[in-house]
């Protein structure tokens, strides 16, 4: 299955793109873990702290149960809001 | 079933004290309120290192940032006796001295506005993806993080 995963602020500078889209059903994809699984897919991101989200709900992993339905995945740097 | 309309809280560009003021004026009119209570988030212009901050760029996940902002005013009106609540933030340039954050409540007594909008802001604060990208003067440029 194939899902969209959009990245904002210094994660996306540090990449240089915003978005891509991905396979989850890969043996090195951990849905339990979604950030090990982005460290271990973009190097850039091993030392970086960041939250993800599955359409707009912060989790750090996918509900095998409802992954078919997964519009994005959302990797989130540090909150700067205020 | 009707679907909730989540508001756009985000203003482009600076909030402006006009528009800060029209909003309290707005409220004359609702005469069981007795006190408002005001939070202004004002871009610091920080030295880092040798460099002075002169503007935040922000950029928000915006469709989950309006999603966390209506949780967090849902979440205040059930804790506080809340008349009314306003919540602005800005998204793309403000330059140091101008107005990025507005929350405005409104209560019939000054204790309970007082307590809302701290609850408002550390929410804020800690729930809203927003991000912001501190710009110097050589147009050199770093991450903003929340303490």
Known sequence: ?82 | MERKEIKNCFKIGAISSVFIGESIAKHQHKKNIGAHQIFLGQVRADILGEKEVQAIEYSSYEEMANSEFDKIREEAFSKFDLICMHIYHSIGVVKAGEICLFVFVSSKHRKTAQQAIEFLVEEIKLKVPIFGKEIFADNSHTWKVNN
């Open chain 1, 1 to 82: 299955m194939k899902c969209k995963v959009i990245y904002f602020g210094l994660i996306a500078e540090k990449l240089a793109f915003d978005s891509e889209e991905i396979v989850i059903e890969t043996d090195i994809f951990d849905k339990s873990n979604l950030e090990l699984s982005f460290k271990k897919r973009h190097i850039q991101l091993t030392e970086m702290t960041f939250k993800t989200a599955v359409d707009g709900v912060l989790t750090n992993k996918i509900d095998t149960e409802n992954q078919s339905q997964i519009k994005e995945i959302a990797i989130l740097p540090p909150f700067a809001g205020g």
